[in-house]
């Protein structure tokens, strides 16, 4: 049996912000459990949903070092769909009513968390032969296995690995508190180290020291090698090339199955989606005050509302595209000034844009189920999981070829019959603008080839099995079997 732990700051279904808590929650649960035993760590957080604290039961606690100060570390536990979840327990440092706050706090508090995670592990009884890192709030660990820990018995022959879900975070800080914080010797704060531009930066720290590197989509591991996704670490990705490899996402299939979904009005599947998924669009035609019309052709967009996810160039073409025959229902929330943009763009064009900002579970299953088409210019996209479930619900993506959106969305090609979406090259909202409107005439125009496509789309399978064969080829890699 091969030990492997999973280290994050974020979970589903405990704490979520965002597509990390999808992935530490859904991944363990498909890997080969004859050969495989895949536990998670997160933090025990005081703003998490009282109903899974209830649940918890108190495993131990200690006192550990942090540089110069003494710190409680409780450990709690949960077997939560066959998986064992730790819980590491400090209200001075997990209290409050986000998992993130300001980020000198932020440094602190998962410098805390990464040596309590390491610290618990004798007394929890569960000995990895692999610690798995998820993003930069976990990025000293690493670093910490090669450092004091590499000294005891237990973790002499532990292996890391260090995955980046969005290379943009970095756990960045001045270097003379990030030493007091750790108690790191300066030796670690060198270029070649946790040094970088003169701060200490926690994802750099955990991208030397891991024993192998991933990301979440095979596109985005050549794009960040390069200076303009590489976010000033390409130096050190390039360097790293052979320890990195790009594997991507994959979502639930059974909470994102439209023959089952819960919060749907009309469940359909590839076979019947023809005459059934038109239901679910009237519905929400309805429930959202747009004009009625089955025919209409509907784009949906659920996402933060930020100018990573292209919205500047929605932003400048906004007016031309509302005025073409179709429906645009938004959900999101995020920078003001988009927020602000599609309120605007829901007064103007009543009965045509639909601007939802806020964020539901419930709206989001809906729109996934009754658009047309599913609208994601990203300027960069790691992996990216909108997309995905887009393509589950026969919603055809309109996307930008860049990371994960190019490895999981075919562009159409009429001339073969092929492709599951739509997309274009370049940053460019023109470009944008031309791709929905090839898209929109071929929903209205070309109405069978359309179909086909969503019968392709449908087809597709980027359940979470698909990426744990993956995961278990690189564990046994790793490990020399």
């Known amino acids: 049996m091969k030990n492997v732990l999973f280290v994050a700051s974020e979970c589903v279904p405990f704490i979520k912000t965002g597509g990390l808590a999808d992935v530490v929650g859904s991944l363990p649960k498909c890997f080969n459990k004859d050969e495989f035993d895949v536990r998670v760590i997160i933090p025990k957080y005081m703003c998490m949903k009282e109903e899974y ?18 710190q409680y570390v409780g450990v709690l536990h949960m077997m939560y769909e066959g998986i064992h979840y730790y819980f590491i327990d400090n209200e001075y440092y997990l209290a ?4 993130y706050g300001n980020i000198y706090e932020d440094i602190e508090k998962f ?24 993003d930069w709030q976990t990025g000293l660990i690493p670093v910490f296995l090669k450092d004091k820990f590499h000294e005891g018995e237990f973790f002499c022959n532990m292996k890391s690995i260090m995955t980046i879900h969005n290379l943009k975070f970095q756990g960045v800080w001045d270097m003379k508190t990030v030493k007091d914080i750790t108690g ?12 970088a531009y003169g701060d200490a930066n926690y994802l750099k720290g955990g991208l030397v020291y891991a024993d192998a590197i991933t990301t979440v989509s095979r596109t985005y591991a050549e794009e960040i090698k390069t200076p303009f996704y590489g976010e000033h670490l390409d130096g050190l990705l390039n360097a790293r090339a052979h320890d990195l490899r790009g594997i991507v996402n994959g979502i639930d299939y059974d909470e994102y199955n439209p023959e089952t979904d819960r919060y749907i009005v ?10 059934e998924k038109v239901k679910n669009k009237r519905a929400l035609q309805e429930e959202l005050g ?32 509302c005025q073409q025959d179709v429906q645009f229902v938004i959900l999101g929330t995020g920078e003001e000034k988009y927020e602000n943009m599609f309120r605007h763009f829901a007064w103007k064009y009543q009965g045509k ?21 599913f609208l994601m210019p990203s300027l960069f996209e790691p992996c990216g999981l909108s997309q995905l479930m887009s393509l589950r619900y026969g919603t055809l993506p309109i996307v930008r070829e860049t990371g994960g959106l190019k490895d999981t969305v075919i562009p159409y090609n009429e001339y073969e019959g092929t492709g599951t979406g739509f997309s274009f090259a370049n940053y460019n909202a023109h ?3 031309n791709t929905l409107k090839y898209a929109q005439y071929i929903y209205y125009e070309k109405k069978r080839e359309w179909n086909k496509m969503v019968d392709r789309a449908m087809a597709a399978d980027f359940s979470w099995a698909n990426s744990a064969k993956q995961y278990e080829e690189m564990y046994n890699w790793m490990l020399g079997c």
């Open 53 to 70: 604290k209830n649940q918890l039961e108190y495993i131990t606690h200690f006192y550990m070092d942090l540089s110069w100060r003494s």
């Open 96 to 99: 409050g009513p986000r998992p």
């Open 111 to 134: 410098a805390f968390f990464s040596k309590a995670a390491l610290s618990a592990l004798p007394l929890i009884g569960f000995k990895p032969d692999i610690v798995h890192c998820h």
């Open 184 to 195: 790191l010797p300066s030796c670690y704060f060198t270029p070649d180290k946790l040094e």
């Open 266 to 275: 009309k469940n359909y599947n590839a076979k019947n989606f023809r005459k």
């Open 290 to 321: 747009l004009e009625k019309d089955d025919k209409k052709f509907m784009i949906g967009i659920v996402s933060r509302l930020t100018d990573q996810k292209g919205f500047d160039l929605i932003a400048y073409m906004m007016d031309e595209m």
């Open 353 to 373: 844009v639909s601007a939802n900002i806020f964020y539901s579970e419930a709206m989001s299953h809906k729109i996934y189920a009754s658009c047309d088409a």
């Open 431 to 433: 470009e944008m603008f």
